[in-house]
């Protein structure tokens, strides 16, 4: 069974850099398609960026096509969001979230998330 914890996040200036981790203690991750998804408050859960379990595709939300990378780290059981030239609307609860088949935008699809890491960025 997947168990997903996130962390790395925090607060960080405009402009400023961050990478978020996800790591799966249930050594299942590598057969599942990753994702991260952030939430600000009373707004829906958002995609971010998905990447298939060999690491050979990955898709972004329009927003942060560009200054965010999504990988992984199958040996560590571990995937990865570099976020860089963040902006104020980059804040928010991101989660990371797994599915045993392909990568997926909707958050309705992933039966299996993290509790979340906090991501503040200051204008």
Not at 22 to 48: I, K, L, Y
Not at 49 to 62: E, N, P
Request: aromatic share 14%; net charge positive; hydrophobic share 35%.
């Amino acid at each position: 069974q997947v168990q997903l914890v996130e962390s790395g996040g925090g607060l960080v200036q405009a402009g400023g850099s961050l990478e978020l981790s996800c790591a799966d203690s249930g050594r299942t991750f590598g057969g599942h398609a990753m994702a991260w998804f952030r939430q600000a408050p009373g707004n829906e859960r958002t995609f971010v960026a998905t990447i298939a379990w060999s690491g050979g595709f990955t898709y972004y939300a329009d927003s942060v096509k560009g200054r965010f990378t999504i990988s992984r780290d199958s040996a560590k059981n571990t995937v990865y969001l570099q976020m860089t030239s963040l902006k104020s609307e980059d804040t928010g609860v991101y989660f990371c979230a797994a599915h045993p088949l392909f990568p997926k935008t909707n958050y309705r699809e992933y039966k299996n998330w993290g509790q979340g890491t906090q991501v503040t960025v200051s204008s």
